[in-house]
């Protein structure tokens, strides 16, 4: 599939990251609390992507649209919260953003030179703070998963995605 056919209308967010390795695993974090406090409709796929690597290419040939969540290091204070666009994000292999970045990078730049990558893609996610052998967030990291799943939903908003509180769900 080129970029010049039609896909169909598919929105996959993708969360990041190795849970072994404190902040590395803050995509996973945040993706997990999408899934628990979030409504989203049925044409957004929510994706444990963890370190797959090349396995993520056909799923983000396929779709229109890719979120990624991520803790990615762009040398702001710890938990700095970020939106990256699409020209934002690294296809090439001379920029190391996080441990896994690097199989991304390559995913991002084959579907690209492929032009399979989907038109709308953009990553949400923040600064970490400490990244080591640990099955836990730093409480910097931690303290912005709310947040950064707002960036999220806002970012699937702007992209015609309505999404609402799971708790508003529980009470219509």
Same mark, same amino acid.
Do not use: Y
């Given at each position: 599939?080129?970029?010049?056919?039609?896909?169909?209308?598919?929105? *996959?967010?993708? =969360?990041?990251?190795?849970?072994? +390795?404190? %902040? %590395? =695993?803050?995509?996973?974090? !945040?993706?997990?609390?999408?899934?628990? %406090? /979030?409504?989203?409709?049925?044409?957004?796929?929510? !994706? @444990?992507?963890?370190? /797959?690597? +090349?396995?993520?290419?056909?799923?983000?040939?396929?779709?229109?649209?890719?979120?990624?969540?991520?803790?990615? @290091?762009?040398?702001?204070?710890?938990?700095?919260?970020?939106?990256?666009?699409?020209?934002?994000?690294?296809?090439?292999?001379?920029?190391?953003?996080?441990?896994?970045?690097? %199989?991304?990078?390559?995913?991002?730049?084959?579907?690209? *030179?492929?032009?399979?990558?989907?038109?709308?893609?953009?990553?949400?996610?923040?600064?970490?703070?400490?990244?080591?052998?640990?099955?836990?967030?730093? @409480?910097?990291?931690?303290?912005?998963? @709310?947040? !950064?799943?707002?960036?999220?939903?806002?970012?699937?908003?702007?992209? =015609?995605?309505?999404?609402?509180?799971?708790?508003?769900?529980? !009470?219509?």
């Amino acid at each position: 599939m080129s970029m010049n056919e039609p896909r169909a209308a598919r929105t *996959l967010v993708i =969360g990041l990251g190795n849970p072994l +390795m404190g %902040d %590395d =695993g803050f995509g996973l974090a !945040v993706l997990a609390r999408l899934r628990r %406090d /979030w409504v989203l409709p049925p044409e957004v796929e929510l !994706v @444990d992507g963890g370190t /797959w690597g +090349m396995r993520l290419l056909p799923l983000i040939e396929e779709a229109s649209q890719v979120l990624l969540l991520d803790a990615v @290091d762009r040398g702001a204070p710890p938990g700095t919260p970020f939106l990256l666009e699409a020209d934002e994000l690294p296809r090439g292999l001379a920029l190391k953003l996080s441990p896994h970045q690097i %199989d991304l990078r390559e995913v991002l730049a084959l579907a690209a *030179l492929r032009e399979t990558l989907p038109a709308e893609l953009a990553a949400a996610g923040a600064q970490p703070a400490e990244i080591g052998m640990t099955t836990r967030l730093s @409480d910097t990291l931690a303290a912005r998963v @709310d947040e !950064v799943a707002r960036l999220a939903v806002r970012r699937l908003g702007r992209w =015609g995605h309505a999404c609402r509180p799971a708790e508003a769900a529980a !009470v219509a």
